[in-house]
């Protein structure tokens, strides 16, 4: 039956016709736009080369926020823009999205005053979208609220507000949420080429798209293209367009950052709180985020050339964490700990090269381009201010006259798929992964056979078979690191739980669900002995 949706999904988005817009791209920033147009009464059809959320968009640090770091760069603009957002996201998406309490540890008597005030100013900047006020805390309170913090010379601290979320699972909302308005989404369809050619008064564009679950090509006929495919927006506009440059210079819009994560177990800080480090000897910050049962720390900020779909950390990323962590905690971070280690790619916008060769003093504010062949490019940016972004792209394109200007969309207010009622208290998504993450969705779940057969980490047979049904997933790696956030969390038992998903889903969908390629990748998200 799902194989069969999909191939009619494929009929109808190749069929002859003209489509308002075309997204190539599946991550946050392409999502919001296929949602916000939809949402308008757009005609619109987004195409992912791989899964949703397949890239950047799922190896984020898990936090939705306003931009701390940003307050000491005195960008106030992006910071209260940032604010303003997260509020948004916690309330269209309060089953994956929700306010989080962290504590900055004081080592130095000037460290609570300091910080706390710049804090303030955050409050002050968040204004009636705050979260909660900035506390300071003294001793014996900020080890109540960082159970496992490194007692040794610990002052007190600062509290203060801010959200975290389920990355992956909320571009699974907006897939969702913009299917159900009228959208067209289709994951594992590779835009291979972009061909103008003028037709009557408008120029319309062609795509190319292969279909890598079955090799079968197709064309989609466009009016608007948007190029939302993240650190690799580069290589669809050389595709598109050999770009030329001034000598010295480069057309190139990203310059590409790695970030890396690594996940322990979270009986080194038992607690509901988050820990943020404001200074590492680098002069980066470091986290230590409870998250779906387990503890995230985090993160690098390295550039690099090439663009891997799966990056491997640099071993001296890896031992700056470790090190960092042991710091922070009551007890050192060994390698034999970590139960997960993955690495992030951000499309930072390029600017010319620091002296220092670092990618820290480069804009995440987003960028949008409009290329002479009416390409609508956009990179930059972060999770929290999707939203925002996809108004501004739609913005360009009506100013460019590539679409009719039409009146703005409600996405501000539009609830996303399984977000429920309003008043709704869901479970804290620093507790294991469970039901609650489907929000409202769960009776669906429900309906799906072998609700009672658990396949490991909360996951079951009837879960798997939803994610198939009616979640896009098409391989091994879409249920257990996207759908499920398995992978993410511990790297061993997900290829422990591999093959008893692998089954389901060859009994759903009829196709292989790349057993192994899965396992494969399992020992690429653990650390090399």
């Not at 804090?119 to 300071?136: Q, S």
């Not at 480069?250 to 890396?260: D, R, Y």
């Amino acid at each position: 039956m799902v194989t069969l949706n999909r191939k009619l999904l494929i009929e109808s988005v190749s069929r002859p016709g003209i489509v308002d817009l075309a997204i190539v791209g599946g991550g946050a920033t392409g999502l919001g736009v296929a949602l916000d147009a939809a949402l308008r009464g757009f005609s619109v059809v987004l195409l992912e080369s791989h899964d949703f959320a397949g890239g950047t968009s799922s190896r984020s640090t898990k936090l939705l926020h306003g931009g701390v770091r940003y307050l000491a760069q005195g960008n106030l603009a992006l910071v209260r823009e940032a604010l303003a957002e997260r509020a948004t996201v916690l309330r269209i998406a309060p089953h994956l999205a929700q306010p989080l309490p962290f504590v900055m540890p004081s080592y130095r008597w000037w460290q609570t005053p300091f910080y706390g005030l710049g804090l303030k100013l955050y409050d002050l900047l968040a204004g009636g979208a705050g979260l909660g006020r900035t506390e300071f805390l003294n001793r014996q309170q900020a080890i109540a609220a960082l159970p496992g913090v490194n007692p040794a010379g610990l002052r007190g601290g600062v509290k203060y507000w801010d959200g975290q979320f389920d990355d992956a699972r909320l571009a699974l909302a907006l897939a969702r949420s913009a299917e159900a308005a009228g959208a067209r989404v289709l994951n594992y369809a590779e835009v291979t080429a972009v061909r103008q050619a003028p037709e009557g008064p408008q120029r319309l564009s062609t795509l190319d798209v292969t279909d890598r679950r079955t090799g079968t090509g197709f064309a989609l006929r466009a009016r608007c293209v948007v190029n939302a495919t993240g650190v690799w927006v580069d290589a669809l506009r050389d595709r598109t367009q050999p770009l030329a440059a001034a000598p010295g210079e480069s057309s190139h819009m990203v310059s590409p950052s790695q970030g890396v994560h690594v996940v322990v177990d979270r009986d080194f800080m038992p607690g509901g709180h988050a820990l943020l480090v404001p200074r590492t000897r680098d002069g980066r910050v470091l986290f230590a985020v409870p998250w779906l049962g387990k503890l995230v720390l985090g993160t690098t900020d390295t550039p690099r050339k090439d663009l891997p779909r799966e990056p491997d950390a640099f071993a001296e990323e890896l031992e700056f964490i470790l090190a960092e962590a042991g710091q922070a905690l009551s007890r050192p971070v060994r390698r034999a700990d970590i139960r997960s280690l993955w690495v992030g790619l951000r499309p930072l916008v390029a600017a010319p090269a620091p002296a220092d060769g670092g990618t820290q003093a480069l804009s995440r504010e987003h960028t949008i381009v409009v290329d002479p062949n009416g390409l609508v490019t956009v990179t930059g940016g972060k999770w929290t201010t999707y939203r925002a972004m996809a108004e501004d792209v739609l913005e360009r394109c009506f100013a460019s006259q590539l679409l009719p200007r039409r009146p703005g969309s409600n996405s501000a207010t539009h609830r996303l798929l399984g977000a429920g009622l309003t008043g709704w208290s869901p479970t804290p998504l620093h507790a294991a992964p469970g039901p609650h993450l489907y929000g409202s969705e769960w009776v669906d779940v429900q309906k799906c056979p072998g609700l009672g057969n658990l396949l490991g980490m909360g996951l079951s047979e009837a879960m798997v078979r939803h994610a198939a049904r009616n979640e896009f997933a098409q391989t091994v790696e879409d249920v257990l690191a996207r759908r499920w956030r398995a992978l993410f969390l511990d790297a061993r038992e997900a290829a422990r739980m591999a093959p008893a998903v692998a089954a389901i889903l060859a009994e759903e969908l009829g196709t292989a669900p790349e057993l192994a390629a899965f396992q494969a990748l399992c020992q690429q998200y653990l650390p090399v002995d």
